[in-house]
């Protein structure tokens, strides 16, 4: 592959302590034309510690992060993370849907959470949703997170009737260009009607979207 389309790959960072695992997601991260393993470790620690050397500049624009790690957990870890690399989105991947697992990484700054089950294909698919601004989920994580949405009606009553409906989307994971295609409106009118959602939540991002709606259900 050219240089100069490596240089503008998705850079993908891997943090899965499980050394069969890491080496399949690396892998199968390599092979795609639009993406490229950045670097692949087995905890959150030694990432870390790369991250602050000056010598490497990995930049990421996703990490996958395994919640079950040794050591610092996956979501202990979120937010050093950020810390030093603060463009980067977080994608948990984890083995069942423990749902205050879920919900405590999503309010750290997760932007999505995917089983370890999930193909190889959709793993990909999951890192280019979250680099265009969505926020991946499998469906069985999406439906818990629908489900616990759905009890926060009553506390989002400020929200017009088309901003719910565009709300409870963007719990399910799905991208502004999704949105629209299933509203039937333009892309535009959906960034209006997200503008409008985190002014009313008081909130910055698809993530803290999520987890504020969660955190105002009690």
């Known amino acids: 592959m050219p240089v100069e389309t490596r240089l503008q790959a998705i850079r993908v960072v891997v943090i899965e302590d499980d050394h069969r695992t890491r080496s399949l997601i690396a892998q199968t991260i390599d092979e795609q034309r639009d993406m490229v393993c950045a670097g692949a470790f087995e905890g959150v620690e030694s990432a ?114 088309r901003e719910q409906d565009v709300l409870d989307r963007i719990v399910q994971g799905k991208t502004n260009r999704q949105i629209a295609g299933e509203l039937y409106v333009s892309d535009n009118t959906i960034a209006f009607h997200i503008k409008q959602i985190y002014r009313k939540l008081q909130v910055h991002s698809r993530a803290e979207a999520v987890a504020k709606a969660v955190h105002r259900r009690v």
């Open 48 to 161: 870390l510690e790369v991250a602050s050397d000056p010598a490497e500049a990995m930049s990421p624009d996703v990490v996958l992060l395994d919640i079950s790690l040794n050591g610092m957990s996956g979501v202990e870890g979120i937010r050093p993370l950020h810390q030093v690399w603060p463009r980067a989105e977080i994608v948990m991947v984890t083995v069942c849907a423990d749902e205050d697992r879920v919900f405590e990484a999503l309010c750290r700054g997760a932007i999505g959470y995917i089983l370890k089950v999930t193909s190889p294909g959709e793993i990909v698919n999951c890192v280019r949703d979250a680099q265009g601004g969505g926020a991946p989920m499998t469906s069985s994580i999406a439906r818990l997170v629908a489900r616990y949405f759905s009890e926060t009606a009553a506390v989002l009553d400020g929200l017009t009737g």
